[in-house]
Each structure stands twice: as C-alpha cells, then as structure tokens.
C-alpha cells in the first residue's frame, strides 16, 4: 500500500463531514425561518429582521460552500437543491405571510375609519 491510498478513508470521510456541514449550514436556515416566524406573529420586528437578515446570507453563500465541498459528488444520496428550496420557501414565503396578512388588516381597519369618517 503507497503513501497516498493509506490516507484515502480518512480523506473521504473528511469530504462527507464538510458536506454533511454545509447541508447542516443550509438547513439552519429553516430554524432562521422559524425564529423570524415566531418574531413575526409575537410583534418582535427586529428579531424577526434580524433572522431574516441572517437566513438571507446564509441563502446567499451556502450555494457557495456546497460548490466548494463538492456536495453533489460526495454525498449523491442527498439532494442539497431540495433542501435550499424548502428552506428558501420558509423563509421567504410563509414567514412574510402573517406579517402580510396582520398588515392588511392593520390597513383594512384604518381605511374602513377613514370612509366611515368621510361619510359624516
């Protein structure tokens, strides 16, 4: 056995830790997401922004690192993509929605005052 496929295991278990870490890093933005959640329906805006804030660089640069770790190659098993589009889905559709929907009818209440009001 030479020098260099001794050192093999441990090189590719390595390989699947980096992986398995930015898949980690990835899916952390699901938690992102349910901190900004939660900020969102309990009236806490800035630990809301703040999350969404954080997810958002997180979504930017673990495209990045799965590219890098050459996540596709070393763990095939997983589909890194699928998870991004969950995580991109929590984060970016069904966080905005409560505080969407809270804003309308903020708005829906001052509008009905104001017509209520200039029907006097």
Known sequence: MDHMSAKQPGRIRAERRAAWLVHAYTGSGA?????????????????????????????????????????REVLPEIDGARIDDIVDFMTFVLVPLPGLSMSLSSALKVSSKLVSWSLL
Do not use: P
């Not at 329906?41 to 703040?50: E, K, S």
């Open 31 to 71: 938690v992102l997401a349910f901190i900004a959640g939660w900020g969102v329906v309990h009236g806490y805006d800035r630990a809301a922004l703040g999350a969404m804030f954080i997810a958002t660089l997180v979504d930017a640069t673990d495209g990045m690192l799965a590219r890098r770790a050459r996540v």
